[in-house]
């Protein structure tokens, strides 16, 4: 079953969203065409007050644009309140443990929390100790909202998902992890092109396998060859330090016209989930270039976030 042929039953079984691995085919689906239910009626200025009286904790540990953006701007568009949490101006891990700070934000009429941070076991403690939704913004393990925010762009463009081809060209990171565990499940052709040195976790590329069709490899012509979608994210997470070495071993991954050539086809699209670094993983004739969309793509995370919060939060 594609995503063309699902019927919405306006529910997901799992009250957080901690990682796409938890969720299943039809509970992405689910997301996905709520996004563009709620995007068409934003665009047609139809208001939707939904979570009128909720409020989102949003903790941040890492600096950020797009997620503190989108999700502020989402709940305010849906008549909730959101509550800008600095992680540095909290006692969050350092004075006092996880598991209390759960349990505290639980009893603060708060109805939901958004954290974006380094640390994939901090979300997971949020979530078994407290007693509302957890929605994760970005760990250095999984980004499962902006690849949401992909695949919406994806569906928009091409008008499906299943039996598409999706490559993502260079580190191994939480992006990578993320687009096979999503793009896995939902039958799409799922290619990792990096070097060996910094290819993804092992235990997250063998659980993607038993979902679907993935292949890492170093072999640039072979991952690329016939891609619907080239992505691609910075050489540098935020938090790592410039690393020559690392640089050298991954400018041969470099997205650039030739690369984009490579596919065979016109009409393929790029992705990034910026902030970008024009010369770096990406050129600048690419990224600003007719087959980028990374600003619908930026866009969409409004719109997906949109449809995780009235998912998690209105019922």
């Known amino acids: 079953m594609d995503i063309t042929s699902y019927k919405p039953i306006g529910k997901l079984n799992n009250k957080h969203l901690l990682t796409l691995k938890d969720y299943t085919k039809e509970e992405i689906y689910e997301i996905l065409l709520l996004a563009e239910k709620v995007k068409k009626e934003y665009k047609n200025g139809i208001k939707n007050n939904a979570l009128a009286g909720k409020t989102l904790a949003m903790i941040f540990s890492k600096n950020s644009t797009r997620t503190r953006l989108s999700f502020e701007m989402g709940m305010l568009q849906l008549g909730g309140y959101p509550m800008f949490l600095n992680a540095n101006d909290m006692q969050l891990g350092r ?77 191994g990171n939480n992006m990578a992890h993320s687009y096979m565990i999503a ?32 292949t890492v490899t170093e072999n640039l012509d072979k991952g690329v060859t016939g891609a619907d979608v080239l992505c691609t994210d910075v050489f540098f997470s935020m938090g790592q330090a410039k690393d020559p070495k690392k640089e050298a071993l991954l400018m041969p991954y470099q997205i650039n016209d030739a690369v984009m050539k490579k596919t065979g086809k016109p009409e393929t699209i790029f992705l990034h989930c910026l902030p970008a670094h024009r010369g770096e993983e990406v050129t600048a004739s690419v990224i600003d270039g007719p087959q980028s969309f990374v600003f619908d793509e930026a866009e969409n995370r409004l719109h997906a976030q949109k449809a995780v919060l009235l998912l998690l939060l209105a019922t």
């Open 95 to 171: 004075n006092e443990p996880i598991s209390d700070t759960a349990k505290i934000i639980s009893r603060m009429g708060i109805d939901g929390i958004m954290i974006r941070t380094y640390d994939q076991n901090d979300l997971e403690l949020l979530a078994e100790h407290g007693s509302i939704p957890v929605i994760n913004g970005l760990t250095d393990l999984y980004h499962p909202c902006q690849i949401l925010a992909d695949l919406l762009t994806v569906y928009e463009r091409f008008g499906r998902l299943k039996g598409l081809k999706l490559t993502y060209i260079g580190d």
């Open 183 to 214: 793009c896995a499940k939902l039958g799409m052709d799922v290619n990792i092109v990096c070097p060996s040195e910094y290819s993804p976790l092992s235990s997250i590329v063998e659980y993607s396998k038993s979902q679907g069709s993935v």
